[in-house]
């Protein structure tokens, strides 16, 4: 049982490009969401979505595109990377909307130059 | 939203036990007390939660007071292991209520 899988684990990136962090899980969560993480800083939530073909906005939602089109996979796209997007990316999940538990991946560290 | 306030940091010794305070003098009823904590670069990890009683499993002690303003999270013997950041959220079980963490507590184990 895998959990939460991100990739890339590490990336950068020149003003202006585009990338999509991938994040998989394999325990049927309807919930699923993505945060940032700035030096020093708790996480913001940047997406989040409650069941495939659902999805919502977080606090910093700008500059991020987000989809569900399975249960299982929930990609974050940055259509054109600014260095103000550096930071940390955490992708989550949990069993249900309302449930208590979330599982993180391990991150993926983004740098944009 | 309902806010926590913890401390920015703290110091323990090994083997020792460990209480993290957290003030949520806004909470409403409906509102859990969730802890999570985030070992050096890796994602945050669950620890515990609860919503009137204290709570135990094999990690912590979760420590609620009668009015709900503020809970301690309880490690009984710290080890090493266990310097994170540790975060109190509260969120209320409904559809669209997310997870908001703020900066957390910075716990030193010191050997």
């Known amino acids: 049982n895998a959990g939460v899988t991100q990739t890339p684990k590490f990336q950068v990136l020149k003003t202006g490009q585009s990338m999509t962090l991938q994040c998989a899980q394999d325990?049927?969560?309807?919930?699923m969401s993505w945060y940032r993480q700035d030096p020093g800083m708790g996480l913001r939530l940047i997406h989040y979505?409650?069941?495939?073909?659902?999805?919502d906005q977080g606090e910093v939602p700008n500059g991020y595109n987000v989809s569900r089109s399975t249960t299982e996979d929930f990609p974050l796209r940055l259509l054109s990377a600014a260095p103000s997007q550096t930071s940390v990316y955490f992708c989550?999940?949990?069993?249900?909307?309302?449930?208590?538990?979330?599982?993180f991946g391990s991150g993926t560290q983004l740098s944009v130059l | 939203d309902a806010k926590t306030t913890q401390p920015n940091s703290m110091e323990s010794n090994e083997e020792e036990p460990v209480h993290l305070p957290c003030n949520h003098s806004?909470?409403?009823?409906?509102?859990?007390i969730h802890w999570y904590r985030q070992l050096p670069s890796q994602g945050p990890e669950y620890v515990i939660h609860?919503?009137?009683s204290n709570v135990n499993n094999r990690m912590a002690s979760l420590a609620i007071a009668e009015d709900r303003k503020s809970s301690t999270l309880i490690l009984h013997r710290a080890t090493l292991r266990d310097a994170a950041v540790y975060y109190c959220?509260?969120?209320?079980?409904?559809?669209?209520?997310?997870?908001?963490f703020g900066p957390g507590t910075r716990l030193s184990v010191l050997p």
């Open positions: 989550a999940s949990a069993r249900g909307a309302t449930n208590e538990k979330l599982f």
């Open positions: 325990m049927n969560h309807e919930y």
């Open positions: 979505s409650v069941g495939a073909g659902i999805t």
């Open positions: 806004t909470i409403s009823g409906t509102d859990y």
């Open positions: 609860g919503l009137t």
């Open positions: 959220i509260l969120r209320a079980p409904l559809y669209g209520q997310n997870f908001v």
